[in-house]
């Protein structure tokens, strides 16, 4: 697939990403999404597994959309995920407002099941760290009851603490002794993605995934929503029901921002788009800066977009030209973000009212830039990364 691409960890893409799904994102108001399955996902674990290069996944829901608008970090840690799966249907129906569908959801409270059960099928390790006092240890005993051929390296909840000042030294003694295949980590998001994300390019753990609360589900000391609850996509209702007084302020929030969210889209579908004015007065010398610069052209599907990006991987400073272009959809941001992740700098030129409004509200423009004439776009090329 891919040449010489960077992942988290800063290995070569091609060897990060096998072939069974596109490594190429669908970004939902600034959130990447890979389309993938249950199935793809748990052999893209046993595959990096077994290739022993060091990876994480995210388990990205609403709640992630809502906390990436305010959240620098945290848009970068999902950028540079290896794998983000679309925990929960608001990703899924959303998905084909702005592009191709989502394969379906791939929720993190599955997923840990299905992992572990697949690991004691192929002899790899597992590692539950967090929660609180005792339930990592406590979901583990679970999975190796159900599974007596499960090989648990370990499990550990540290004391709860901010970020900052956990005990990182004490927790990474304890992975770098037990070494195990898969770490589950449950310090509820984002804190959970920010720690995996420090710790990728030093550790040995060849996957480490966010599972927020799913270790307590496992060991039994909250209870899942009964299946008919999950059937219906109303498993979030129970959730709030059970513990309305923590997670009252998140669900407001996501209410509120799905609303927006919908409304924009709403608009952007009613609305005329506004052309940016094309800026002809000075003949841009491109070269002269050692820019590339492109029309930019839609691209249709998956393998589009990945020729897109291969096409560009090596590029230095890039400019695409986006006249002509109303709307860019889901694929077509996730292919730019991908070239923009390997070149020196990439800058979008002379985009109309729509796209603007898009980037504006997604918080892409940090990622992308969008220039308004050729001055801009050389200076904004010439700027520090
Ligand atoms: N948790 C933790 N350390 C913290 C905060 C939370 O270990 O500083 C644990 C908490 O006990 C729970 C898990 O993180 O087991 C997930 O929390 P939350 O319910 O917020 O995650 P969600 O699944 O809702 O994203």
């Not at 589900?217 to 513990?243: S, Y």
């Amino acid at each position: 697939m891919f040449g010489k691409l960077e992942s988290a960890a800063g290995l070569p893409y091609s060897r990060c990403m096998p072939g069974s799904f596109s490594p190429v994102p669908l970004v939902l108001f600034g959130v990447p999404f890979h389309n993938v399955t249950f199935e793809e996902a748990i052999q893209w674990v046993v595959d990096r597994v077994r290739s022993n290069e060091p990876g994480v996944i995210a388990t990205a829901n609403l709640d992630f959309l809502v906390q990436a608008q305010n959240d620098p970090e945290l848009r970068d840690v999902l950028y540079a995920a290896d794998l983000v799966i679309a925990d929960g249907f608001p990703p899924v129906k959303l998905a084909p407002l702005f592009g191709p569908p989502l394969k379906g959801r791939v929720t993190g409270s599955d997923i840990t099941p299905m992992l572990a059960e697949r690991a004691a099928r192929e002899g790899i390790s597992i590692y539950g760290l967090g929660a609180a006092e005792g339930v990592a240890a406590q979901a583990m005993d679970a999975l190796r009851k159900r599974h007596p051929e499960l090989k648990v390296a370990g499990a550990w909840s540290p004391p709860y603490a901010p970020l900052d000042q956990m005990d990182h030294t004490e927790i990474l003694r304890r992975l770098d002794e037990a070494q195990p295949d898969i770490l589950f980590t449950a310090f509820g998001a984002p804190k959970q993605e920010k720690f995996n994300h420090m710790h990728v390019k030093t550790w040995k753990v060849p996957v480490a995934i966010g599972v927020g609360g799913t270790l307590d589900f496992i060991a039994g000391v909250q209870r899942r929503a009964p299946a008919g609850v999950q059937k219906i996509h109303c498993e979030w209702l129970w959730r709030w029901g059970t513990d309305p007084k923590r997670l009252t302020k998140r669900y407001v929030s996501n209410i509120v921002f799905l609303l927006r969210a919908l409304w924009l889209t709403f608009r952007l579908r009613i609305t005329k788009d506004i052309p940016a004015p094309i800026d002809s007065s000075v003949p841009p010398h491109w070269a002269g800066h050692g820019v590339v610069y492109h029309g930019f052209q839609p691209l249709g599907d998956f393998s589009e977009a990945e020729a897109f990006v291969q096409k560009y991987e090596t590029a230095g400073k890039v400019v695409f030209d986006l006249r002509g272009i109303e709307q860019l959809s889901s694929l077509e941001i996730g292919a730019l973000l991908e070239v923009g992740k390997r070149v020196q700098k990439i800058v979008l030129l002379h985009a109309g009212s729509k796209v603007r409004r898009l980037f504006e509200f997604s918080k892409l423009t940090g990622r992308l830039p969008l220039a308004v004439n050729c001055a801009e776009a050389i200076r904004f090329v010439g700027e520090k990364a």
